[in-house]
């Protein structure tokens, strides 16, 4: 479970609209090129680490830890700014991706092939 | 609550990691400049009717009812493509956004100042 307990900005906090689990997502966009790399989830915490050390940290649902991008791949995710949302709920993480942000080694988590659109465009 | 009964093709269905209520998170990303709009929730209903329409169609969760984007405000979403994510958790929907993308008549739904960055940079 994600812990709430941190030492994120309580001006910040106020702000965060977490879900059950107390996690909001976040989008990783990389900074000059605007491409879209990957959404993961961060509590109070996380968040709190992302801001103060300068890299992407997040919660793992699957682990149940903080999970510092890069620190097993080495492709750390520079952070160059966070935004939050009209609401709070959602947060955007513009970085600077070092190599793969895709387990899979590609450079992002979206499919290069999109679903096939029908309608409309 | 939102539904699982969908005509969605069942190839993209079978992808699909949905949360404990049926949904993924959908990142609305403006097609030809690469900035992030938005992040809306998708079900397997929301998701097929936004591939046949070519227009965003979301769950909304404060309203528990679908909601096709600009339905209201005139500032829908054009579809341009629908990309799913290496776990199937999230989906990355590009779009051509007619006007703005927030309710607060914002082009974007995240905010034009960002949260201080202490670490890194």
Not at 104 to 120: H, I, K, M, N, Q
Request: with cysteine.
């Amino acid at each position: 479970m994600a812990r709430t307990a941190s030492d994120l900005d309580p001006a910040v906090a106020a702000r965060l609209k977490r879900n059950a689990d107390g996690l909001v997502p976040a989008i990783a966009q990389q900074y000059d090129t605007g491409e879209v790399l990957m959404l993961g989830w961060m509590d109070d915490e996380a968040l709190h680490r992302t801001l103060t050390t300068g890299r992407c940290t997040y919660w793992s649902r699957s682990r149940g830890a903080y999970w510092v991008k890069g620190d097993t791949s080495g492709h750390h995710q520079h952070v160059k700014s966070v935004s939050l949302d009209c609401d709070g709920d959602t947060l955007l993480v513009k970085v600077d991706q070092v190599g793969a942000a895709c387990h899979t080694g590609d450079r992002t988590c979206f499919d290069a092939d999109p679903l096939p659109v029908s309608g409309g465009q």
